[in-house]
C-alpha cells in the first residue's frame, strides 16, 4: 500500500539575483513546511530575472537548503536558470533532498522575451517519491495541452508546476489546474510567486494551490509572500 503524500506549495521572500539569501528563504519555508515535498515558483532562487547566472546544482550556496531538506526528510523543486554541458542556458527545476541537489526538469514553452535567453527543454520528466510519481512543469507549461498530455502518458499520479503571474492574471493557474484535472484525473499543485519577484514583476498574484483529481481545489494560499499552503494526496 502506498502511503499518502503531504505536500506544500510555497511563495517564499525574493531578493533578486541574490541566491543565499533565496536559499536561506525556501530553507526556512522547507522547515515550516511539515511536508514530504515543497514546491516553489518558477525561478525561485534567483527572481524572475532573465540574465541571472545559472546555478550548479553543486553550488555551496545551495548547502542551507540541503541542510533542511536533510533534516526534515523534504524534496525541495525549486525553480532556478541552469547550464548544460554545453554551457546552453535553460529555465530549470533543481530537485534538493538531503544528499544535495540535481536538475530534475528544464521548461519545455517558453515564453515572452524567455526565447532570447533560454534554450527550450526537449522532454517532459517525473520525479518519483514514495511511489507518487509527480510530473513537473514550469508557468507556461501548463497552458499547453501538448505538455500535460505527454507528461500525464507518463504515468503520473500528480502535475506539479512552478508559476509566476501578475496580479490581472491571478485566475490563470487555477483555470489551468482545474483543466489538467478534470482532462487527465491527476492531483495538480502550483506554486506562486507572491509579492516582488524582480524588475520585471514588482507585484505576483500569490495564491499556490492544490487541486483533486476532479479539479476540485483543496487548499489555497494567499496574496503574500512567505505564506506556505499544505495538503495530503491520498
Not at 511539515?34 to 550556496?61: K, N
Not at 536533510?70 to 538531503?98: E, N, Q, S
Not at 489538467?180 to 492531483?187: D, I, P, R, S, Y
Amino acid at each position: 500500500m502506498r502511503t499518502p503524500l503531504t505536500l506544500a506549495v510555497a511563495q517564499p521572500h525574493c531578493v533578486p539575483y541574490d541566491v543565499a539569501a533565496n536559499v536561506a528563504a525556501h530553507a526556512a519555508l522547507v522547515r515550516a513546511a511539515d511536508a514530504r515535498v515543497v514546491l516553489f515558483p518558477e525561478l525561485s532562487l534567483t527572481g524572475y530575472e532573465l540574465d541571472a547566472a545559472p546555478l550548479d546544482p553543486a553550488d555551496p550556496r545551495l548547502a542551507p537548503l540541503v541542510a533542511a531538506c536533510l533534516a526534515t526528510g523534504t524534496l525541495a523543486l525549486a525553480g532556478a536558470p541552469v547550464a548544460d554541458d554545453a554551457g546552453a542556458a535553460y529555465i530549470g527545476v533543481l530537485a534538493v533532498a538531503g544528499g544535495g541537489a540535481r536538475v530534475a526538469y528544464r521548461k519545455m514553452f517558453l515564453g515572452g522575451a524567455e526565447a532570447a535567453r533560454f534554450v527550450a527543454g526537449r522532454e517532459p520528466a517525473v520525479v518519483e517519491v514514495d511511489g507518487w510519481r509527480l510530473g513537473l512543469a514550469v508557468c507556461k507549461d501548463t497552458g499547453v495541452v501538448e505538455h500535460a498530455a505527454r507528461t500525464v502518458a507518463l504515468g503520473v499520479d500528480a502535475y506539479l508546476a512552478g508559476v509566476l503571474e501578475a496580479p490581472a492574471d491571478a485566475s490563470v493557474p487555477d483555470t489551468r489546474a482545474r483543466r489538467v484535472a478534470a482532462e487527465h484525473g491527476v492531483w495538480v499543485a502550483t506554486a506562486s510567486f507572491a509579492g516582488p519577484s524582480g524588475s520585471h514583476y514588482p507585484r505576483t498574484a500569490g495564491g499556490s494551490g492544490v487541486w483533486r483529481p476532479d479539479g476540485a481545489p483543496v487548499v489555497r494560499a494567499g496574496t503574500a509572500p512567505g505564506e506556505v499552503a499544505r495538503a495530503t494526496l491520498h
